[in-house]
């Protein structure tokens, strides 16, 4: 029946076209958008800065389907697995549509049984969720990732991840910033100690992850409420989740007559006093905070976790630096791949997620503000002319200006005005107009005009070339 | 009831995990396929001449979503749009993937009031087609487009979509190729003068799109019995559709008696002359066919259409060369954008799309044959040591170096052999090796070493930035 449902409706929509074009809404689908030329220019921008961050960290790059089948991204993310797109059974495989692209990165390495990879992946992903697009929250949104798969020493891969994270936002100039730091050991540890029960660690997790969003009395009161969690377990976990610091806090949680009990704590701890000696020698602590509140959504995360969010003066008068969201995250997870493999073999795993979207808000704003000009195009130099009837000669010039890689454009007009064409450039933003004359076309030259400073000089034809080289060449 | 069966399933597939393995199929989705390291370093280099010859002809870059309602895509793909694929109803819209990247592009300009632009969109494109992946024919695949917008002078755009496609195919060294160039204003017009009734047109003409693939014998049975076409009418198609040249072809035809009397066809061979100027003064004429069996299957083009071919010679003996398929085509849609406005406001457009699957897999099956090595990191540097316990050191240089924006890597264990080390430079194509060690440490110095010669000299730490920047320059 759907089937035949379906062809009518695609008959009626064929036949009926003039009918339903009344009714039809002339949109993107809800929580996504289009990119115009300027918010591309801007993107292009970002990528380039982590594109070359991660080349600079020696990652190869590979790209996966936007689908994987249906039963790859089946009980991989806990609670937000409602949130993953579905396609249509149209017959054959179950699919649906990515939701991040660690799970395919994964599926990747199980199937080709790769131990051992450094690579990034730049490509969008599908989340159901509330959009929020002034925030820069889509169900359509970019993910930029770099991952480290291999067994190696602890630590070292995870703080080349964070120093990657430092590098990336000092680079894109998006002002204060603060990478928090925590391990999913610690948390489960610290749940054993505080009496939460084995199987409530992943459920009470999810709460603690909502603590950047709600103040603990409300994560409390779901923990015990919803939960089910004792009240004297969340108070003590209450506790725990105020403090944050660096080096010393990690001290002190080691002589932590509770924690330093508990196998997985103790691991977490000796771990993250490791990796805080590796990032002092990459210099980066002081925008490192190892902070007990972190949780982190996605169940795959079995080592350290961090996430970094951007810091924002409130106004001049508050001193404390209020969070503005995340635009990083990221963790290791060990199990990930060996949820795939035939035999479970496990690959070790660490990786960071930028959350690009955030990003560009924040650069696509302070363009906004900032009236700054993005040019669109790169184009060097308008083919043009002041008489009629030339048309065929700024044809022939173009072709030749084309053909030895000079970025050129022309009016596709056979009689364009000289002001028009000068005017595109002005709007445009091409530095140089090459104008063909009858004249010089007999005197075999061209006339090249600088647009800014309205200078007009006589060029060789054959020198032309080599001239807007010369001049376009920063 | 659909809910709670996908409730109960997701909570079984949390549940019972080991179970599920064993029946789990490690793979991609039918049709698709993932870009390994280095496949992608092949894409790269293609995409990067695809993007370098779009921004010479001064265009912008746009980015719409990978999904549009499904009704936007509605009647737009004549007997191709079974081909689409539909997301799963979730409650809200009803969406389906891209086809192309043409008619989301009009949406785009109808949806913005555009009605002048040079646009390119590099992006996937999804067709629930029979894959034949060795031919590089998938149901995800990326489009390269690039379209001009707007009302201008006849012919003039035209010709530079049909320049654009000999500069890509040119700077791909693909080897021989031919573009293939007709008129939908023509092909209508002969099918009057043929005496096709006007409801058939565009079936009929969708049967003349098989001429690449069948023979004309079934192309025929196909008009005349599927399609109801009088045999008398198809053999007249028959002779039309058998003729290809250039100029000379066109100046023939215009004194066609059948065609002369038909407006349609006088104007499509009228603009076809003025091309064929346009295209002499880019002096690419010699890889232009004019064809009449040209007919390109997509609904909705209405004038210059167009579609490039690799030609190979099959073997020596043979003259004639053999055409391995279309790797780009396009023409001119005045109508789409149109179908999109409330009003039917009109936007002239033309456009090449750049078949990019075909030409990846050329390439790359010409790596493998030629045995070339293909580096998929851009490396400069592996920071190593001789000695053991020298890690930290080995941090604290490499985060120098980074910070210096030098790409360096270095092997994530505590004491690598220096051997090893060397080995994964060898594997890699690593060109330099930056090593520490105690001795030179002391005297402020590191040892750099040449991987190709195994040149080894000593340079001070302050120099050492400037030295493998030099050392790595071309």
Known sequence: IAKEVAKLLEMKAQLGGDEGKHKFVLKTPKGTRDYSPKQMAIRERVFNTIIACFKRHGAEAI???????????????????????????????LLSLRYDLTVPFARYLAMNKITNIKRYHIAKVYRRDNPAMTRGRYREFYQCDFDIAGQFDPMIPDAECLKIVHEILSDLQLGDFLIKVNDR??????????????SKFRTICSSVDKLDKMPWEEVRSEMVGEKGLSPEAADRIGEYVQLHGGLDLIEQLLQDPKLSQNKLAKEGLGDMKLLFEYLTLFGITGKISFDLSLARGLDYYTGVIFEAVLLQQENEHVEEAVSVGSVAGGGRYDGLVGMFDPKGRKVPCVGVSIGIERIFSILEQRVEASEEKIRTTETQVLVASAQKKLLEERLKLIAELWDAGIKAEVLYKKNPKLLNQLQYCEDTGIPLVAIVGEQELKDGVIKLRVVASREEVNVRRESLVEEIRMRTSQ
Chains 1, 2 share one sequence.
């Open 185 to 198: 050991r610690l948390l489960d540890g610290m749940f054993a100690a505080c009496g939460v029960p084995d």
């Open 63 to 93: 790209d996966t389907p936007v689908f994987e089948l249906k039963e790859t991204l089946t009980g991989k993310y806990g609670e937000d697995s409602k949130l993953i797109y579905d396609l249509k059974d149209q017959g054959g495989e």
